[in-house]
């Protein structure tokens, strides 16, 4: 049920953190299938979930929150018909439709939700989804702009909603590995972490010729623009999140899209901070198609005791280390250059390269970190116990802050200075202002949260 937090502290939410830690009696467990009617409320041990964006994301998302015994699918939202009526369809006994999000946000007993539309939305939802007192599973990206990450870092903090974001190969074994050899020490002193991203869709990108003005029936075009300056429909822009990333005010390219998952290991293995220099370029090239986004990037990440680079390139699929097929394919990368030796990584496997003799006689580290129950069950298990799950806005803000501000230095055309106590770009009037985006009417950045 909804917590009201003017009301008495006996709610459900206190009710399912105090039990956690007290077996006083064993909960009455009422599935959700036995529940009848649309908007039927779950029972006070069930979390009444609601789901914002019905795509190919969400909808993974989705399944795999309601897989957790405690969960019932209570909301969904799409403002596309065939979207939404698919997945009531997955949960007509319990779930109700809506095709504007902000009806949905005061739906009655809604507990938690799942923003999955596209990365212009993110900010604007997540912040009105904390006001509305809800738990929150966030796509990535967390947001587009340095002046999002911080308010929604900020709501989410400010009204106490449980947030996780979604980087589901933060939750993986193999990278708690990664993060544990790292961390042993074995390969010295790290002066540099080098991490890419490439596949060839070059020249043709997307499709050319595709704009139209022929929007299909039961999708409000209007609305899934939102807050982003108005463009003509385009049946690719809308396909699937893969799309997304050919348009930069939808997205912000390929490397929003893609570091938060890449980038994460180097900053929890090495715990890292802000970068105090971020210096980026790049552009379109060579992609022609009717998308506006770069096709290449390159970006310098400046660390008080090490560089990180990115490299982005959707014109050529070379891997390095992880060639391994000469075929043109989608290929990633982590690179961990240590006085001792050189760990290279992707999602799945890793090699260790040592310096001549400088890592011999050194033990693989212990499993000291524990595994996870999934992204998504991790989320949901902290909804219960009241504690922030591993990809909360507070730690992964250290990942999305330095994508938007890469770039946004790729757009100026320089480098960025960034003051990592205050959380603010110096020295540029431009780029701090550029840093704070500006909403088309009559949405407006919620200012009041920076």
């Not at 020249?203 to 108005?230: C, E, F, H, Q, S």
């Not at 690719?236 to 490397?255: E, Q, R």
């Not at 290279?344 to 050194?362: A, C, I, Q, W």
């Not at 507070?394 to 003051?419: A, N, T, W």
């Amino acid at each position: 049920m909804k917590e009201n937090k003017n009301s008495s502290p006996f709610t459900r939410r206190h009710f399912v953190k105090t039990t956690a830690t007290a077996a006083i009696a064993a909960p009455l467990i009422i599935k959700s299938s036995v529940l009848k009617g649309k908007g039927t409320s779950a029972p006070n041990d069930k979390i009444n979930l609601g789901i914002i964006g019905c795509g190919g994301l969400g909808k993974a998302n989705l399944n795999a929150c309601s897989s957790h015994p405690d969960i019932v699918v209570t909301a969904a939202c799409d403002v596309w018909k065939d979207r939404l009526d698919y997945v009531l369809s997955l949960h007509k006994d319990t779930c109700t439709g809506y095709t504007d999000y902000r009806e949905l946000l005061q739906h009655k007993d809604l507990d938690a939700v799942i923003i999955a539309t596209p990365a212009h939305w993110h900010a604007i939802q997540a912040i009105e989804a904390a006001e509305a007192g809800l738990d929150i599973y966030l796509q990535k990206p967390m947001t587009m702009h340095l002046g999002e990450s911080l308010a929604v870092r900020n709501a989410v903090k400010k009204n106490d909603t449980i947030c996780q974001i979604g980087t589901q190969i933060h939750s993986s074994d193999h990278y708690r590995r990664m993060v544990e050899l790292v961390r042993s020490g074995n390969l010295g002193d790290i002066g540099t972490v080098r991490t890419f991203f490439v596949m060839n869709e070059a020249p043709n990108g997307v499709g050319l010729g595709y704009n139209t003005k022929d929007i299909p029936k039961g999708l409000n075009w209007d609305m899934w623009v939102g807050p982003a300056p108005m463009q003509s429909f385009n049946p690719n822009l809308v396909k699937d999140a893969f799309y997304h990333g050919s348009w930069m005010d939808f997205s912000g390219g390929w490397t929003p899209g893609m570091a938060p998952h890449i980038t994460d290991l180097p900053i929890w293995a090495l715990e890292l901070g802000y970068p105090t220099e971020i210096s980026a370029s790049g552009g379109r090239f060579i992609t022609k198609d009717d998308g506006d986004a770069y096709d290449n990037h390159e970006v310098i990440w400046r660390y008080p005791k090490l560089n990180m680079t990115w490299m982005l390139s959707l014109s050529n699929s070379y891997g390095f280390d992880f060639l391994r097929e000469q075929k043109s394919q989608r290929r990633l990368g982590i690179y961990f250059h240590g006085v001792n030796g050189t760990l290279h990584t992707d999602y799945s496997t890793h090699k260790v390269l040592p310096e001549g003799d400088r890592m011999n006689g050194m033990e693989t580290p212990p499993e000291t970190i524990a595994p996870s129950p999934g992204h998504e069950h991790e989320w949901v298990e902290c909804i219960k116990s009241r504690k922030q799950p591993s990809c909360n806005p507070g730690y992964h803000i250290k990942v999305d802050i330095p994508i938007q501000l890469s770039v946004l230095s790729m757009k100026l055309g320089r480098s960025i200075r960034f003051d990592p106590d205050k959380e603010q770009i110096i020295g540029d009037e431009e780029a701090a202002r550029m840093a704070i985006p500006e909403y088309r009417g009559p949405w407006k950045f919620p200012s009041e949260y920076l």
